[in-house]
C-alpha cells in the first residue's frame, strides 16, 4: 500500500525475501513520470514468529535496560571484527551454500562467539543468525549476521561487517554494525540518534535524484529473474549522479545514516542483512530532524 506525502514523495511498504519475512517502509521520491528511488528507511519489521512476551520477560528486558544491552553487543562485535581482521586476506576455508552464496569458517566462528557472548549476558532472549537459523526464540530477539560481505571477504575485497541489532516484541531497539578493517563502529538506541565512533550522524539532504550517489546491491538468487533487477539498476544509473554496488547491505545502509550515501534500494534481503542498519537510519534521520523519525 502506498501512502503520498506532500513534494512529490510517498511511502511504500516493501516486503523482502522469498518467504516475505521481512517488511521495510522506505520514503520515496517520484518526479511525475514513475521514476522512484530511495531515500531512507523509515521502519523495519521482521516476520519471525516467536512466543508472546509474559510479563515476566518484558520486566526482566526493561530492567536490564538498552544501554546495557548496547554495551554487550558493541564488545561482542568488536571481538567478532578482531577475529575477522586478524583472517582477511589469508588462507580460509570456503563451502557455498547456494551456486554463488559463499560460508567461510570465520563466518561460523564470529556466529558462535557472538551468539555465547549475547545469551551468556541475556540467557532469555533469543537469536537468529545467518549461519545458523533461531538457536533460541523468546521475545527478545538478537538478529545477526557475523560477516556481511562474505564474498568479499573470500576475495579479499576490504568492505565487510559485522551487524547485530535486537528487537523487542517487534520492534528495533538497538543496532551496531562495525566494519573491522576501517574501525568505524555505527550504533543506534531507538529514539537516541545514531552514532559513528560516538560522534553524532545524520542521514544526506541531496534530494534530487541527478544530485544523489545511489547503492545497490544483487541478490544471490539474480539470475533467476535477471530482467528485473537489472531493469532498476540501469532506469537509476543513468538519472543518478552515481551507482555503487559493495557488497554488504549492513555497510550501506551506516553509509546512508551517515550521509556518504543518498539513497539505498536493494531486493531480496534477509532480516540479518538490515535489522541493525535499518535502526541507525532512521536514527540518524530522525537526529536531522530534531524528532522521532516516522
Known amino acids: 500500500m502506498e501512502h503520498h506525502l506532500a513534494g512529490g514523495h510517498f511511502v511504500l511498504a516493501v516486503v523482502l525475501g522469498e ?5 521495510l517502509v522506505v520514503a520515496l521520491e ?4 514513475g521514476q522512484t528511488f530511495a531515500l531512507q528507511i523509515l521502519h523495519q519489521r521482521s516476520r519471525i514468529h516467536r512466543p508472546s512476551c509474559s510479563r515476566e520477560g518484558a520486566g526482566r528486558t526493561c530492567r536490564e535496560g538498552r544501554s546495557s544491552m548496547l554495551n554487550v553487543a558493541e564488545s561482542a562485535a ?5 577475529v575477522i581482521r586478524q583472517a582477511f586476506a589469508g588462507p580460509i576455508a570456503v563451502r557455498h551454500k547456494g551456486a554463488v552464496d559463499l560460508v567461510t569458517e570465520v563466518d561460523t566462528a564470529c556466529e558462535a562467539l557472538i551468539r555465547t557472548r549475547l545469551l551468556e549476558a541475556f540467557p532469555h532472549h533469543g537469536f537468529l543468525g545467518e549461519e545458523g537459523g ?7 530477539m538478537w538478529i545477526v549476521d557475523p560477516l556481511d560481505g562474505t564474498t568479499n571477504f573470500a576475495h579479499g575485497y576490504p568492505f565487510v561487517a559485522v551487524s547485530i541489532g535486537l528487537e523487542v516484541n517487534g520492534v528495533m531497539q538497538l543496532g551496531v554494525v562495525y566494519d573491522p578493517l576501517r574501525d568505524e563502529l555505527f550504533t543506534a538506541r531507538r529514539e537516541s540518534g545514531a552514532y559513528l565512533n560516538g560522534r553524532p550522524i545524520t542521514v544526506s539532504d541531496r534530494c534530487p535524484l541527478e544530485q544523489a550517489l545511489l547503492v545497490t546491491g544483487f541478490p544471490y538468487h539474480y ?5 528485473r533487477i537489472l531493469d532498476l539498476f540501469r532506469a537509476f544509473s543513468l538519472r543518478a549522479r552515481g551507482m555503487r554496488r559493495d557488497g554488504a547491505a549492513a555497510l550501506d545502509l551506516c553509509y546512508l545514516a551517515c550521509g556518504r550515501f543518498d539513497g539505498f534500494y ?7 542483512d538490515t535489522a541493525a542498519g535499518s535502526l541507525i537510519v532512521t536514527e540518524a534521520d530522525a537526529y536531522r530532524s530534531g524528532g522521532e523519525a516516522v
Open 19 to 23: 518467504k516475505k519475512e521481512h517488511v
Open 223 to 227: 539470475r533467476r529473474d535477471p530482467e
Open 266 to 272: 536493494e531486493l531480496g534481503l534477509a532480516p540479518w
Open 134 to 140: 533461531v538457536t533460541a526464540e523468546a521475545a527478545s
Open 78 to 82: 568488536r571481538a567478532a571484527g578482531e
Open 30 to 33: 517520484t518526479d511525475g513520470t
